[in-house]
């Protein structure tokens, strides 16, 4: 008994000590440094210069709303500018969101967030700042489709403002389309305005379309020009739906 004792007098420390630190590590272990690392951020916390958790969550919120306003802002002066144009026009339009678009065919088409519930038909007129859009393809209860005249299988019959020579345009997937002649030696010339034309099937008359951006008098079969389609459809939030057989201001 005395040897035990004199044992533990001189090692009892070192194996208190030695379990402590085995208790330890298992604990860290199991909680992943959790509890040390709140322990840490406690003492810490009063000596640290940078925001808190909730500071950081706070400041978040904050930045969001202020990044919401901007495009509530934006939204706002988008539909002001597509109002103060529609006062323009003799006949009320039905303003109208474009909902969708596709990444395949975003030149092609575009999805309306108002059908025939609102009194949207196919063939109606779509409308924007700087002119003609496109013709309603296709329409249901609550929203319809719109085929753009920058479609590669749109065409639309157009006219030179300045000369009146005549052709039809065609789209190329883009904001360009060309305007095919019928005159074999057409007057026209850089910066011409083109309009549709007078004799067309599907649009009233005289509504903008472009302006002449170069010309090809050598093409086959037919002399052609490259024109800049003045809607720009590809940044266009919001349209004007017009009935067939509008009358347009000019």
């Known amino acids: 008994m005395f040897i035990m004792r004199r044992w533990w007098d001189r090692h009892g420390v070192a194996i208190v000590l030695g379990g402590l630190t085995l208790s330890a590590a298992w604990v ?3 909680t992943q440094g959790a509890a040390i690392y709140e322990t840490y951020q406690l003492i810490t916390r009063p000596f640290q210069v940078g925001p808190t958790k909730e500071e950081r969550l706070t400041d978040a919120r904050v930045v969001e709303l202020q990044e919401r306003l901007v495009e509530l802002e934006s939204q706002n002066q988008k539909l002001k500018e597509l109002l103060d144009y529609s006062k323009t026009q003799k006949q009320k339009g039905i303003v109208t969101p474009i909902v969708g678009r596709s990444a395949d065919h975003w030149w092609q088409q575009v999805t309306l967030g108002r059908g025939s ?24 209860p ?3 489709r719109v085929l753009l005249i920058s479609d590669a299988t749109s065409r639309v019959g157009a006219v030179l403002s300045r000369s009146r020579s005549m052709g039809f345009i065609r789209g190329q997937g883009s904001n360009r389309a060309v305007l095919q002649f019928f005159d074999k030696v057409p007057d026209v010339k850089r910066g011409d305005v083109v309009s549709t034309s007078p004799v067309s099937q599907l649009f009233p008359p005289g509504l903008p379309l472009g302006r002449v951006e170069s010309v090809n008098l050598d093409k086959s079969p037919a002399p052609e020009a490259v024109i800049e389609l003045t809607a720009p459809v590809s940044y266009l939030e919001w349209v004007m739906v017009y009935p067939e057989g509008t009358t347009f201001t000019h």
């Open 28 to 30: 860290v272990r199991q």
């Open 117 to 140: 519930n609102d009194g949207i038909k196919a063939g109606y007129i779509v409308m924007a700042p700087g002119g003609l859009v496109g013709r309603i393809s296709s329409v249901t």
């Open 142 to 144: 609550n929203s319809s």
